[in-house]
RNA sequence: GCGGCGGUCGUCUAGCCUGGACUAGGAUGCCGGCCUUCCAAGCCGGUGAUCCCGGGUUCAAAUCCCGGCCGCCGCACCA
């Protein structure tokens, strides 16, 4: 193997490949861009790297973040809810000349000043035909206006008219099961609701490996609060953060800054706490997963990248060798739109309760009226001159019959008397608001792929997989040193005791001592232990270090512990 | 989607320009055997390639032409 001669992005290809961490889906029939299909080490380091996320993100907070399930298939009217029916597609036009393809609505408002947001496409392409725009590069013929849908559709059931998508991100089926969860929390803030699930956007054109898919992992958490109340999350304020504010990216800025979190927050760069909060464990995450500090950033989307439900979103980006830096998780401050919206298609209470320290008393006018006497007087109109006192500001009533000594509702005059005003003390306990959310949210696949180009090392010609020793799919592996019965059956003895005491372990017998290590470094195995004739007398082996290559002679019986130890992720 | 480059055993690659002896060669991996007392050792044997797919040109296509798919790089969108 050339190794010299293939940068890393190759390199982990070529691996994961060969010994089976992943590769792209429906080979046999070309493949499909932007699919790819996990195999056994690559699905069994994945579930690795959940657990870990679970881990950082959901157990320290265990206690007010829960785990959640929804289906990835989502009726038409939730997603229209949520505002990415509208906004995940693109009008989208092409230069019948040179090919080239614009953001229509942009390129008229540029052209021509109009304001044309919301407009369908026929009606856009006959604002250019009419101003006769043209392809601002090469002067060429625009063609037709066509929007394009970044989710998959599909039909729910034998009807039609039930369209459904692929979801794009998991967070709507935390948004829709708000109140359960709220309920279930017993009422109270903050909380957070995670969810770990695939997900689907049909991107234009997906490239660059496992780093841009049609279909992948979501690892997200809803995290509820009161904005008045946001609560404290348990944050180390001296904690250093590297960010690259829009504040200073806007004025040129290339470089993230270092700071501390507490510089951070009194600057106004970043939000809120607990936006800080999850940054902070997302960074936590990536160095646990192999990345150092100086890997990885934050840095802030400009106001006109940011999605439409957010007012403050930070990409967190990872060093790769071919692709520059890459976000691996996005942190939004999606506010209350997406609870607000939902209440207002459903129809449905999705409101918190906010008490008050204090019950307040407050007066309050309420407008009364005789209603035997308006049903005498009006009859079947009654009804309606009702609801309109009721709609009608007590405020205004009162001063229109003082007056005019009467007040005109639906065309009648009704007079003082019959219609009066009383004054009267409630007592508000508090209040209801609809919370905010902080949403920190992971591409898993994204995470797995960082992994393993932030593991792969060469030493000597060889690959070596120096993943974290707590990630590794395989946690050992038992070698007798050459293939002689005596040792073949005591390394089997041992690999069956490791078996029975939970590990992960394989056993290899084939080829030369060298040429064993050398295959499972490739792959991780942070443990290598050997059988060889001392064994045979004095029941110890050799535990060989996947990184230093260094052994030491253990006990049999001391083994399991000795590899756990190896393993553990505390120090 | 556009432009550029590319696609040959699991992997890396020779061959392609200049069509024919290519029954597609090598290396590595993998499997079996011999050997071997700790870092991809050696020897022998074996396995393994619809030459990305489809069509066309030709007596003859891995090779030339067209279309598609996939990948990489650049442009636009994103976790």
Same mark, same amino acid.
């Given at each position: 193997?050339?190794?010299?001669?293939?940068?890393?992005?190759?390199?982990?290809?070529?691996?994961?490949?060969?010994? @089976?961490?992943?590769?792209?889906?429906?080979?046999?029939?070309? @493949?499909?861009?932007?699919?790819?299909?996990?195999?056994?080490?690559?699905?069994?380091?994945?579930?690795?790297?959940?657990?870990?996320?679970?881990?950082?993100?959901?157990?320290?907070?265990?206690?007010?973040?829960?785990?959640?399930?929804?289906?990835?298939?989502?009726?038409?009217?939730?997603?229209?809810?949520?505002?990415?029916?509208?906004?995940?597609?693109?009008?989208?036009?092409?230069?019948?000349?040179?090919? $080239?393809?614009?953001?229509?609505? !942009?390129?008229? %408002?540029?052209?021509?000043?109009?304001?044309?947001?919301?407009?369908?496409?026929?009606?856009?392409?006959?604002?250019?035909?009419?101003?006769?725009?043209?392809?601002?590069?090469?002067? @060429?013929?625009?063609?037709?206006?066509?929007?394009?849908?970044?989710? =998959?559709?599909?039909?729910?059931?034998?009807?039609?008219?039930?369209?459904?998508?692929?979801?794009?991100?998991?967070?709507?089926?935390?948004?829709?099961?708000?109140?359960?969860?709220?309920?279930?929390? $017993?009422?109270?803030?903050? =909380?957070?609701?995670?969810?770990?699930?695939?997900?689907?956007?049909?991107?234009?054109?997906?490239?660059?490996?496992?780093?841009?898919?049609?279909?992948?992992? *979501?690892?997200?958490?809803?995290?509820?609060?009161?904005?008045?109340?946001? #609560? /404290?999350?348990?944050?180390?304020?001296?904690?250093?953060? /590297?960010?690259?504010?829009?504040?200073?990216?806007?004025?040129?800025?290339?470089?993230?800054?270092?700071? &501390?979190?507490?510089?951070?927050?009194?600057?106004?760069?970043?939000?809120?706490?607990?936006?800080?909060?999850?940054?902070?464990?997302?960074?936590?995450?990536?160095?646990?997963?192999?990345? +150092?500090?100086?890997?990885?950033?934050?840095?802030?989307?400009?106001?006109?990248?940011?999605? !439409?439900? +957010?007012?403050? &979103?930070?990409?967190?980006?990872?060093?790769?060798?071919?692709?520059?830096?890459?976000?691996?998780?996005?942190?939004?401050?999606?506010?209350?739109?997406?609870?607000?919206?939902?209440?207002?298609?459903?129809?449905?209470?999705?409101?918190?309760?906010?008490?008050?320290?204090?019950?307040?008393?407050?007066?309050?006018?309420?407008?009364?009226?005789?209603?035997?006497?308006?049903?005498?007087?009006?009859?079947?109109?009654?009804?309606?001159?009702?609801?309109?006192?009721?709609?009608?500001?007590?405020?205004?009533?009162?001063?229109?019959?003082?007056?005019? #000594?009467?007040?005109?509702?639906?065309?009648?005059?009704? %007079?003082?008397?019959?219609?009066?005003?009383?004054?009267?003390?409630?007592?508000?306990?508090?209040?209801?608001?609809?919370? !905010?959310?902080?949403?920190?949210?992971?591409?898993?696949? /994204?995470?797995?792929?960082?992994?393993?180009?932030?593991?792969?090392?060469?030493?000597?010609?060889?690959?070596?997989?120096?993943?974290?020793?707590?990630?590794?799919?395989?946690?050992?592996?038992?070698?007798?040193?050459?293939?002689? %019965?005596?040792?073949?059956?005591?390394?089997?003895?041992?690999?069956?005791?490791?078996?029975?005491?939970?590990?992960?372990?394989?056993?290899?017998?084939?080829? +030369?001592?060298?040429?064993?290590?050398? $295959?499972?470094?490739? *792959?991780?195995?942070?443990?290598?232990?050997?059988?060889?004739?001392?064994?045979?007398?004095?029941?110890?082996? &050799?535990?060989?270090?996947?990184?230093?290559?260094?052994?030491?002679?253990?006990?049999?019986?001391?083994?399991?512990?000795?590899? $756990?130890? *190896?393993?553990?992720?505390?120090?």
């Amino acid at each position: 193997m050339v190794l010299g001669l293939k940068d890393k992005a190759s390199k982990v290809a070529d691996l994961a490949q060969r010994r @089976g961490f992943y590769w792209p889906s429906w080979e046999i029939y070309g @493949g499909v861009a932007g699919f790819y299909d996990l195999g056994p080490l690559g699905k069994e380091l994945k579930n690795k790297i959940m657990e870990l996320w679970k881990k950082i993100m959901i157990h320290p907070l265990q206690r007010i973040v829960v785990e959640i399930e929804t289906p990835m298939i989502t009726p038409y009217k939730v997603l229209e809810a949520s505002g990415h029916v509208e906004n995940f597609t693109d009008p989208v036009v092409e230069c019948k000349s040179c090919g $080239r393809k614009f953001r229509a609505d !942009h390129l008229i %408002e540029e052209v021509t000043g109009l304001k044309v947001e919301g407009l369908k496409p026929e009606d856009l392409t006959k604002i250019i035909k009419e101003n006769n725009i043209r392809c601002p590069v090469c002067g @060429g013929e625009l063609g037709e206006v066509k929007p394009f849908l970044l989710l =998959f559709q599909t039909q729910i059931g034998p009807y039609e008219g039930d369209r459904g998508f692929i979801r794009p991100e998991t967070a709507q089926g935390a948004f829709v099961n708000f109140k359960r969860v709220y309920q279930l929390m $017993r009422e109270k803030l903050p =909380f957070g609701i995670a969810q770990i699930g695939r997900v689907g956007r049909n991107e234009i054109s997906p490239r660059q490996g496992l780093l841009r898919l049609r279909e992948f992992t *979501i690892a997200e958490i809803e995290f509820f609060i009161d904005p008045l109340n946001p #609560g /404290r999350p348990p944050l180390d304020y001296n904690a250093k953060i /590297r960010l690259l504010p829009w504040e200073l990216a806007k004025g040129g800025q290339k470089e993230p800054v270092e700071v &501390t979190v507490k510089e951070a927050l009194e600057k106004g760069w970043i939000m809120n706490e607990w936006m800080a909060y999850w940054m902070l464990k997302a960074k936590e995450l990536l160095n646990l997963l192999g990345v +150092s500090d100086e890997d990885q950033y934050f840095e802030e989307k400009s106001p006109e990248e940011r999605a !439409h439900y +957010s007012s403050q &979103t930070y990409d967190q980006l990872v060093k790769t060798e071919r692709y520059g830096w890459m976000e691996v998780s996005g942190h939004a401050y999606r506010g209350d739109y997406d609870l607000r919206r939902h209440i207002q298609y459903s129809g449905k209470d999705l409101y918190a309760f906010r008490k008050f320290k204090e019950p307040k008393r407050v007066r309050v006018k309420v407008v009364r009226w005789n209603a035997k006497e308006l049903g005498m007087r009006y009859k079947s109109k009654a009804k309606e001159i009702i609801e309109e006192l009721k709609r009608k500001d007590p405020e205004v009533i009162e001063r229109e019959l003082y007056d005019k #000594g009467y007040v005109e509702v639906a065309g009648e005059r009704i %007079e003082k008397g019959i219609v009066w005003i009383e004054e009267r003390e409630d007592v508000i306990t508090g209040e209801k608001f609809i919370p !905010h959310v902080v949403e920190p949210s992971f591409g898993v696949e /994204r995470l797995l792929y960082v992994a393993l180009e932030h593991a792969l090392k060469e030493k000597d010609g060889r690959l070596i997989l120096s993943i974290p020793k707590y990630l590794a799919p395989i946690q050992a592996v038992v070698f007798p040193l050459l293939e002689e %019965e005596a040792l073949i059956n005591k390394a089997k003895e041992v690999w069956q005791m490791l078996l029975e005491e939970g590990l992960r372990v394989e056993y290899d017998e084939k080829g +030369s001592i060298g040429r064993r290590y050398a $295959r499972y470094d490739e *792959i991780g195995v942070p443990v290598a232990v050997t059988i060889d004739f001392q064994s045979l007398e004095d029941d110890t082996v &050799t535990v060989r270090d996947r990184d230093t290559w260094e052994q030491i002679r253990v006990n049999i019986n001391e083994l399991p512990e000795v590899i $756990r130890k *190896i393993i553990s992720m505390k120090k």
